[in-house]
């Protein structure tokens, strides 16, 4: 998993950057109501099929690895599942109006990517 996380480049990066501010809304606003978590996991699968296909299309003969695969079925569940979390809570585009919030999903990210750069410097100093 070190491993993993120290070879991380810019748009991974950004992508776990991303599941973390998720991570952080759906902690403070989780909702247990099973129609929304079917509604977003049938969504994920129509979406997640039109991904695919689309990138297959443009790929032509070139693979997508497993993850790849899955984060293209894994995004459109987040979008849809964070709309309907947050919907009607008076957030600003994708900001709790909360700034405790904000600062901690803030601070999550600057710890993650802090971390990060503490394993690439340990592996060039080791």
Request: aromatic content about 14%; hydrophobic content about 55%; charged content about 15%.
């Amino acid at each position: 998993m070190l491993r993993y996380l120290r070879q991380l480049d810019a748009p991974r990066i950004v992508l776990w950057c991303y599941a973390i501010w998720y991570a952080v809304v759906f902690c403070h606003y989780f909702d247990p109501s099973l129609m929304l978590w079917l509604t977003s996991i049938g969504l994920s699968g129509i979406i997640g099929c039109a991904l695919l296909l689309s990138t297959r299309a443009a790929l032509g003969s070139l693979r997508i690895n497993g993850w790849g695969i899955f984060r293209l079925f894994l995004m459109p569940f987040c979008v849809s599942s964070f709309s309907a979390l947050v919907k009607g809570r008076d957030f600003l585009l994708i900001f709790p109006p909360s700034l405790h919030e904000n600062l901690l999903a803030l601070g999550c990210i600057a710890a993650f990517c802090l971390f990060l750069a503490l394993l690439r410097r340990g592996k060039k100093t080791g």
